[in-house]
């Protein structure tokens, strides 16, 4: 097929990729003249594993530009246009933005619009309004970091249509990775997408909040807990690591989207609101651990991405804290495998420890495995529960969720 993707962050350009190693043709459009240069010359715009050597072995199938009209005769145009939250509210700006486009390239055929851009429920019924063509909601479940692979081997394929034909073509172009497909309307395609996300986030602030009740503990360590509970299949053992908080592009947007939404509805979406006040606290209890350790002095924060196997700093934890420990006067360098800010000085690994009067470690890169060793003779925070407690020092360690 012949398939435009317009909006080519990490969602449009790991989709396109993908349906590129299927043989499909790929019209990949952004309104960032640099962006869609740098693909024409096969350099991908972000870091994320598998995605450059991709681009550059199914370059024959791509055709990038910022050209919306060369979307003319495609089978089907995938919206994959960021859905920021502003001021609370989700902004469906770009989304329509682009139906509006695409009604007047497309009005010669019958292309069919699929809406990936994670949108609040009734967004897909507007946009057929302006488009005027057959609109699916096809909503995306990876995570960054993994963004391929989750493409390629999705939990399940969701396909929200009004037009039977225009969800069996969809449904058709995700066959080959052999997920469940759920067939919905719109707008429960629209709502299980955030109903997922909001999910996650309360997993996550949940055991937090069970972290901060076993660091008041003697011999209490969360990580204990959230191994046995997770073995309880009604529970299950993944996002249940305790940590510094959520963040990325977005649980931080999509929880607060949801809630102000509900709102408007008339409902309280209490629970989903509490996770966002949890982790909004995170950052205060890594400061005061360590305030216990140090007044003032030299922090060096090992990770800058908002998870590890990601360059994205978007909504990072890792950064808000190092906003917050400039703030309160500590002297702060970084280091990242991937990620870079202008927030601190970033050095390498080596140097950022031995400036280090502590070392808190803000994402659970594979590279800070293993570093007790590294470590010793320095205050150290665990914020990601990635070393080992019997290998530290103990008057010198503290970690989230680790008791006395
Ligand atoms: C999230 C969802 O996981 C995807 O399913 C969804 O498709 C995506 O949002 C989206 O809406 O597009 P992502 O933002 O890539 O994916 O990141 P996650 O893996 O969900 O991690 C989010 C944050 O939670 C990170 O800061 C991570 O460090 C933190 N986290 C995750 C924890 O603190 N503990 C955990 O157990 C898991």
Redo the contacts with the bound molecule.
């Keep these: 097929m012949k398939i435009g993707i317009v909006g080519l962050g990490v969602?449009g350009l790991a989709t396109g990729v993908v349906l590129a190693e299927q043989g499909h043709k790929i019209i990949g459009v952004d309104i960032d003249q640099n962006k869609v240069k740098g693909l024409e010359c096969k350099r991908s715009p972000i870091y994320e594993p598998g995605l450059q050597e991709m681009l550059e072995r199914y370059f024959h199938n791509f055709t990038f530009t910022t050209d919306y009209g060369l979307l003319f005769n495609t089978d089907l145009v995938f919206i994959t246009v960021s859905t920021p939250t502003i001021d609370g509210k989700i902004y469906l700006g770009y989304v329509f933005d682009v139906a509006k486009r695409l009604r007047d390239i497309l009005k010669r055929n019958d292309t069919i619009v699929v809406i990936k851009s994670?949108v609040v429920p009734g967004t897909a019924r507007k946009v057929k309004e302006i488009v005027k063509n057959d609109v699916v909601s096809n909503p995306?479940?990876?995570?960054?970091?993994s963004?391929i692979l989750?493409t390629k081997n999705p939990d399940r394929i969701m396909i929200g249509s009004e037009n039977k034909e225009a969800g069996d073509l969809v449904e058709n172009l995700w066959k080959f990775t052999n997920a469940p497909v759920i067939r919905t309307t719109w707008e429960e395609a629209e709502m299980i997408?955030y109903a997922?996300?909001s999910f996650?986030?309360v997993?996550?602030s949940f055991?937090?909040e069970i972290a901060n009740v076993c660091e008041k503990l003697k011999d209490c360590d969360v990580t204990v807990i959230a191994k046995a509970i997770g073995m309880d299949e009604r529970i299950s053992p993944?996002?249940?690591?305790?940590?510094?908080?959520?963040?990325?592009?977005?649980?931080p947007k999509?929880t607060q989207a949801i809630v102000s939404f509900a709102r408007d509805l008339g409902e309280e979406l209490k629970i989903v609101e509490a996770a966002i006040r949890v982790n909004n606290e995170r950052i205060k209890r890594v400061v005061s651990m360590l305030k216990g350790f140090i007044k003032e002095g030299n922090v060096c924060v090992l990770g800058v991405a908002?998870?590890?196997n990601?360059d994205d700093t978007r909504e990072?934890?890792a950064l808000k804290l190092i906003k917050t420990l400039k703030s309160e006067g500590y002297k702060v360098v970084a280091y990242d495998p991937k990620a870079i800010t202008n927030e601190a000085r970033m050095v390498g690994l080596d140097e950022c420890i031995r400036i280090a009067d502590v070392v808190i470690i803000a994402?659970?890169w594979d590279e800070f495995k293993g570093l007790e060793e590294k470590l010793r003779g320095k205050y150290v925070i665990d914020g990601?529960r990635i070393l080992d407690p019997s290998k530290m020092e103990k008057e010198k360690f503290k970690a989230v969720g680790l008791g006395e």
């Design positions: 969602v994670t995306e479940f990876l995570r960054e970091g963004a989750d997408k997922a996300n996650l986030a997993k996550i055991i937090n993944y996002f249940l690591n305790a940590g510094i908080g959520w963040g990325g592009s977005c649980l999509d908002f998870k590890p990601t990072s934890v994402t659970e990601r």
